[in-house]
């Protein structure tokens, strides 16, 4: 196990049960412990408390989970520093902080600006929306173009990027 394979920032994104969240805490896992997990998700229905906890259940006793469902950009300033970071993921928080009426771009300005703040390193799970059909209603629509853009923004700042497809890596940067 290294101290830290890791560079500061890594940004990992794919569709879908692409094999992302697996590959991005195999990355974590490969630093010392301990690790930091910041969970977006919430488990609004049966399906997604499923989903949630069969990625508990992959997750060892080294894993420290925090909750941030809307404040991720404090969570990340509160623990950005303590080693190993994995942020799972940027879909969620942006669609809780869509649904909960929040200022879109305040919001997003926060997380970039607690991303390049934070010592890191720090690994970033989020999903590519854009390659799908366009929506067929104009939420659906807003969301797919803002994480698209939310997507750009962290890419931008990020030291490596990785697209996973069908559960294998392609380094983008």
């Not at 692409?18 to 590959?23: A, E, F, H, N």
């Not at 488990?43 to 941030?68: L, P, S």
């Not at 890419?155 to 697209?163: E, K, P, S």
Request: aromatic share 4%.
């Amino acid at each position: 196990m290294n101290a830290s394979p890791l560079p500061r920032l890594t940004f990992v994104l794919g569709g879908a049960r692409s094999g992302k969240s697996r590959y991005a805490e195999g990355l974590v896992m490969d630093c010392a412990p301990p690790w930091v997990y910041i969970a977006t998700a919430q488990a609004h229905d049966d399906e997604m408390a499923v989903r949630i906890a069969e990625h508990r259940q992959r997750r060892d006793g080294g894993w420290r989970t925090v909750e941030a469902p809307l404040d991720l950009p404090g969570a990340i300033a509160a623990h950005g520093s303590e080693g190993p970071v994995l942020i799972d993921c940027l879909t969620l928080w942006l669609s809780n902080v869509m649904l909960t009426g929040r200022d879109l771009v305040a919001e997003t300005q926060r997380l970039i600006a607690a991303l390049r703040n934070a010592d890191g390193p720090i690994v970033i799970v989020s999903n590519e929306v854009g390659f799908g059909i366009v929506p067929d209603n104009a939420l659906a629509r807003k969301f797919r173009d803002a994480q698209g853009r939310l997507n750009m923004q962290v890419a931008a700042i990020a030291d490596r990027a990785v697209l996973i497809a069908a559960g294998l890596p392609l380094t983008l940067k």
